[in-house]
């Protein structure tokens, strides 16, 4: 059984930085994919940044060049580095692990509690 648990939302003004962990357990976490979603009030969940079992990262149009998604897999986390904040990227930040079949579809899919990011001045 796959846990996640995200950590390091909170308030910061636009311009700023915040940094999300989240940490990962279960033996399958190496083969994982990982991936950061987030859903702001009123909109649908979307994705926000992903990257593979071999580090390949894709990110939203929105976020590319501001965030960066990293991985440990010595530590068992994942990281959402969020630089340039702007009042939109509000929302509430969910880690996803899974592991795809060449189908697209999920052999697992595993989600965190989330944590809320907002950004105002």
């Known amino acids: 059984q796959v846990q996640l648990v995200e950590s390091g939302g909170g308030l910061v003004q636009p311009g700023g930085s915040l940094r999300l962990s989240c940490a990962a357990s279960?033996?399958?976490?190496?083969?994982?994919?990982l991936a950061w979603y987030r859903q702001a009030p009123g909109k649908e969940r979307e994705l926000v940044a992903r990257?593979?079992?071999?580090?390949?990262?894709n990110y939203a149009d929105s976020v590319k060049g501001r965030f960066t998604i990293s991985r440990d897999n010595a530590k068992n986390m994942v990281y959402l580095q969020m630089n340039s904040l702007k009042p939109e990227d509000t929302a509430v930040y969910y880690c996803?692990?899974?592991?795809?079949?060449?189908?697209?579809?999920?052999?697992?899919?595993?989600w965190g509690q989330g944590t809320q990011v907002t950004v105002s001045s």
């Open positions: 996803n692990a899974y592991r795809p079949r060449p189908s697209g579809s999920r052999i697992y899919d595993y």
């Open positions: 279960g033996s399958i976490f190496s083969d994982n994919f």
């Open positions: 990257v593979t079992s071999g580090g390949s990262t």
